[in-house]
């Protein structure tokens, strides 16, 4: 099939998201001005940057975490994991902003070492990030959308020390999350390696 997205796919449910995925999780915690705590996953999330590390999260309307972290210049990206599936999901309730979803989900603040904002002390990994910018995504036509991405660069991670193994951070014992689209989500509980090739190609 092929449809054009001004005219509509004529599914019963729209194909994008599952089409690009599987997507990470960014489980982003943050502390606002008024000392509240808030904890909420954001499936439009990536690293756009190894050096130094940069991650980013898009949030449909400035919601509490994206106003948070413009607020202090900081939030924690918490890694959700498949034991933390059903934590996660509570956390996306749309609870009111002086309700943190920390308590919702039973979860533990984890003090962090950079940052005010708390981790997620069960999580098996956190990023503590520093703020660079929200910006409004403009689309094609220079239209402002309800759409804001939040960029931060990483200055502290914690990793527990059960998710490395032979000196790397392994997906599989920590079985990451990630979002399919729909109501579907993954865990990675396999993994295969692929060197990239050299140039010329050989017969080797």
Known sequence: MFYRVEDGHGLPHDPFK??????????????????????????????????????????VGIKDAARAAKESGEFVVNIATHDLAEAMNRSSA???????????AGLTRGQCEVVSAPRV????????????????????????????????????????????RDGRFDVTQARLLARLGYMDYLSTDAVFEMYRPKWPFTND
């Open 18 to 59: 599952a089409l690009v995925s599987p997507r990470p999780i960014g489980w982003i915690s943050t502390r606002d001005s008024n000392g509240r705590d808030n904890l909420s996953p954001y499936s439009f999330f990536m690293a756009i940057s190894a050096a130094p590390p940069i991650v980013m999260f898009s949030s």
């Open 94 to 104: 749309a609870a009111p902003t002086d309700v943190s979803e920390f308590d919702i």
């Open 121 to 164: 002390a069960e999580a098996a990994a956190a990023m503590e990030c520093k703020l660079i910018s929200v910006e409004t995504v403009i689309d094609m036509d220079g239209n402002e959308t309800d759409n804001h991405l939040v960029k931060g660069q990483v200055v502290g991670v914690h990793i527990a020390d059960g998710a490395i």
